[in-house]
């Protein structure tokens, strides 16, 4: 299943797999046969409780690096998914609009979001690295968010 960095902020622990690169607005990205894989963080699920709903963009959308993308709905909030790169949407997990728990269950695997045809390879090294991204959910867990 990978390895993963444990992270222990304020008593809570979360995982942050090894070999994925991160955004600051805690989603993932892996790439795998020219596409890059995106979903929410184990962070990113935590901190949104039970996620009850999803809104998933088109199959063909075009999407930029940093813009909204989708929409997580939970018990506690509604936050939007960004695109980790950009280019266009090659596909989308349709089995989120019926579990979207698998966001909770499974967020490095069968919680992904979205699969991005990049227009920009060179993107993804802007990306933070597990040690980057495990820094940055201490300090902003840290910071009071």
């Given at each position: 299943?990978?390895?993963?960095?444990?992270?222990?902020?304020?008593?809570?622990?979360?995982?942050?797999?090894?070999?994925?690169?991160?955004?600051?607005?805690?989603?993932?990205?892996?790439?795998?046969?020219?596409?890059?894989?995106?979903?929410?963080?184990?962070?990113?699920?935590?901190?949104?409780?039970?996620?009850v709903?999803?809104?998933?963009?088109?199959?063909?959308?075009?999407?930029?690096?940093?813009?909204?993308?989708?929409?997580?709905?939970?018990?506690?909030?509604?936050?939007?998914?960004?695109?980790?790169?950009?280019?266009?949407?090659?596909?989308?997990?349709?089995r989120?609009?019926?579990?979207?728990?698998?966001?909770n269950?499974?967020?490095?695997?069968?919680?992904?979001?979205?699969?991005?045809?990049?227009?920009?390879?060179?993107?993804?090294?802007?990306?933070?690295?597990?040690?980057?991204?495990?820094?940055?959910?201490?300090?902003?867990?840290?910071?009071?968010?």
């Amino acid at each position: 299943m990978g390895e993963f960095l444990e992270v222990e902020v304020l008593g809570k622990r979360y995982l942050v797999k090894t070999g994925l690169r991160y955004t600051e607005t805690h989603e993932w990205a892996k790439s795998e046969n020219g596409l890059v894989r995106e979903g929410v963080t184990d962070y990113a699920q935590k901190e949104l409780k039970d996620v009850v709903g999803v809104e998933l963009p088109e199959v063909g959308a075009e999407v930029k690096m940093g813009e909204s993308i989708g929409v997580l709905e939970s018990v506690k909030a509604v936050a939007d998914v960004y695109a980790a790169v950009s280019g266009v949407v090659a596909e989308v997990n349709e089995r989120l609009l019926e579990e979207p728990e698998l966001v909770n269950r499974d967020p490095y695997g069968e919680g992904w979001f979205v699969a991005i045809k990049p227009s920009n390879p060179e993107e993804r090294e802007k990306l933070l690295t597990p040690e980057q991204y495990a820094e940055h959910i201490k300090r902003e867990k840290a910071g009071g968010h």
